[in-house]
């Protein structure tokens, strides 16, 4: 039954309506992950009128989780993540069922927590998870929202929808474990998460009162200390081998260098390696004094420079290899080395991240692969000379 006077802002809208709030009433989401993307996507979708929400966690809430994690509150440290977020949650719409499991997701529980849902919703903060899930929807035929958070930076897009293409189209093979941060040793500017967890949100809901959704096909990113958003296209890999079962992601989890085997769980949160963080976008972050600390001990890389012909001309760096706009990479493939580390830099920092993802999607190893954090502003701040 629609709550009117709750959800009249959501009825008054022309494209929404009683029959549209209904809709939400009748729907269900699951959401992996009651931590920084979780928090902010499970309120607004309780918020928003969801009839059904899941939430699936293993941890218990710790006090550094509550700089970005609003789903608790200091009281709240030491207890399960599950509990304390539907708590939170069913005070704020007691009409709401909240159902939980404290549980990590793995190949023998995935398909079985994973069915009988509408769309789920990756809150999660580690690659073999985020395969996993990948996986199960596309054995299940159900969309899901991803959603990363690294540094200052954040992703968004909409797999398996409506014969849109999955995770495995975007990133089909992972990097080696060891060339990702953790989220502990990364960082992440703690109103990030909220901004993308937000958006989560919002790409499930309109999908749920069948309202045209923005991003199947499309990686949004976010920049917040440019304040910049910017899409980057991609479509389904035909020639890919259709997902037959759940055994590349199990193979994953179980893989010792990836710290997420059942034998490194342990009981206590604090002891448990942090498992690493798919959310460095799939190429190394370097900074302009770690760049130029390592360029004078005898490093040697590719400079590529992926700003417009314009900027280039107005100022660039005197050591730079190619200059090409970050539209057209792709045009000179047959330029770019393959076995020497290449740094890509724009103007700040967001351009040469799309570049690098057209690079690791063209064939490149993600390894070689270094976006300079700050640009080519950030390299004249610290060392002017360089720039011509």
Known sequence: ???????????????????????????????????GLGSPAALYLVAAGIGRLGLVDNDEVDLSNLQRQILHTTDD????????????????????????????????NAMDIMTGWDIVIDGTDNLPTRYLIDDACALLGLPWVYGSVFRFEGQVSLFNHDGGPCYRDLFPEPPPPEAIPSCSEA???????????VLQATEA????????????????????QSMAFDTLMFEANSEREPVADLSKAAAMLTEEA???????????????????????IMFNHISVPEFLERRKNGWEPFILDVRSDTEYAEARAKSCDLQVPHTNVLSVLNSLPKKTDIVIHCKSGMRSQLAAIELIQ???????????????????????????
């Open 1 to 35: 039954m629609v709550d009117v006077a709750r959800h009249a802002r959501h009825i008054s809208l022309p494209n929404v309506g009683v029959e549209g709030q209904r809709k939400l009433n009748k729907a269900s989401v699951l959401v992996i992950g009651a931590g």
């Open 77 to 108: 440290v030491g207890l399960a993540k599950v509990a304390s977020a539907k708590a939170t949650l069913e005070a704020l719409d007691p009409n709401v069922k909240v159902e939980v499991f404290r549980q990590r997701l793995n190949p023998e």
């Open 187 to 197: 960082g992440v500017f703690g109103v990030l998460p909220g901004v993308i967890g």
């Open 205 to 224: 809901i309109k999908f749920l009162l069948g309202l045209p959704v923005s991003l199947t096909g499309k990686l949004l990113l976010y920049d917040a």
């Open 258 to 280: 990836w710290c997420m085997a059942p034998s490194q769980v342990s009981s206590s949160p604090q002891e448990q390696k942090s498992a690493p963080s798919s959310d460095a």
């Open 362 to 388: 063209a064939g490149w190893v993600a390894e070689r692969l270094f976006n300079l954090d700050g640009g080519i502003m950030g390299w004249h701040a610290a060392a002017p000379g360089d720039i011509e």
